[in-house]
């Protein structure tokens, strides 16, 4: 019984909460930032202003969307953990910011480090930690993983849209790429004894082969669809573009993508910088030491 309410409750809870991300938080979130931003304006000295600039370098309104983001976040993941996974509440969560501008600006600036950091310790601990190397290292789990990430990983996919017209090879192959969700699926099946240690290695394969050859395939495929089929836009056209509101979704997401790769390249350049700096100072100091060793040799050459 408990097997059957609880996935009737999690869908009752995510239907309910999706009208929520719609209807109620857009206009909620829009009224709440229009009065920080009047009482930001008429009351500059306020103690709301002076906590918010001492302790962050956020806005008022952008500081309050990311504390209610946190606290959605922990709030659904509560409800759907009792309903059986607290990953359901996480993307209801993030579902329901998906009609708030600037959220997604906002979480990626707040978040971007620490979840990189995050997400490299999570599945380390998660899903490394319990591969069984003595039976990952083993031939037979190898030449059936490959086998497995072939079949039902690879050429499914691919072949399930072979009736979408010219994009077909660019639609297969996007949806072969695997995220990390499928290697914590397979680890929490191993963990509930639903897999044996051979099994287990066997789709560890699969997801890694389905994983390597993915991103090259659909770079591959893009840029030759991209080639054959795709024209430069008209004005009008990219008038139209620029104005439907999933390009501007698109657009914000790839600016934050670079954003965060711009920083960690400066922040890699700068540690360079340094190191070069460094060396620079050694060579020179040794360089120097150097020459006065050859300046007194021949000051003693001399007096001889």
């Known amino acids: 019984m408990e097997c059957v309410v609880k996935p009737i409750l999690g869908v009752v809870f995510m239907i309910c909460t999706s009208l929520l991300g719609v ?25 709301l202003v002076e906590f918010m600039h001492r302790f962050s370098s956020l ?14 976040l922990i709030g659904y993941a509560a409800v759907t953990n009792l309903c059986g996974t607290h990953l359901w509440g996480c993307f209801i969560a993030g579902m329901s910011f998906a009609q708030v501008n600037n959220a997604h600006h906002i979480w990626v600036n707040q978040t971007k480090r620490l979840t990189v950091w995050m997400l490299r310790l999570f599945f380390a601990c998660s899903v490394a930690f319990t591969i069984p190397l003595d039976k990952l290292l083993n031939p037979k789990a190898f030449w059936q993983g490959l086998i497995m990430g072939l079949g039902p990983c690879i050429l499914s996919k691919v072949f399930c849209a072979v009736c979408m017209g010219p994009p077909r090879f660019v639609i297969g192959w996007a949806m072969v790429g695997r995220a990390e969700f499928a290697y914590l699926i397979a680890q929490t099946a191993f963990a509930s004894n639903m897999m044996t240690p051979d099994v287990y290695s066997l789709t560890i394969w699969a997801l890694l082969w389905a994983t390597i050859v993915a991103p090259l395939m659909f770079r591959f495929v893009l840029a030759r ?37 711009k920083s960690s390249k400066d922040s890699s350049a700068s540690s360079r910088t340094s190191r ?29």
């Open 276 to 304: 070069d700096r460094v060396r620079q100072r050694s060579t020179c100091e040794m360089a120097t030491q150097t020459e006065a060793e050859q300046f007194l040799q021949a000051g003693v050459a001399l007096q001889l």
């Open 23 to 47: 209807k109620f938080w857009p206009s909620v979130f829009s009224k709440l930032s229009a009065a920080l931003d009047l009482h930001e304006e008429s009351c500059p000295n306020s103690t």
């Open 59 to 72: 806005q008022a309104k952008d500081a309050v969307m990311f504390v209610c983001q946190m606290l959605l």
């Open 225 to 261: 669809y991209a080639k054959l089929n795709v024209t430069p836009p008209t004005a009008e056209e990219q008038e139209q573009l620029e104005q439907d509101p999933a390009y501007l979704k698109v657009s914000e997401g790839l600016s934050d993508l670079y954003a965060v790769r």
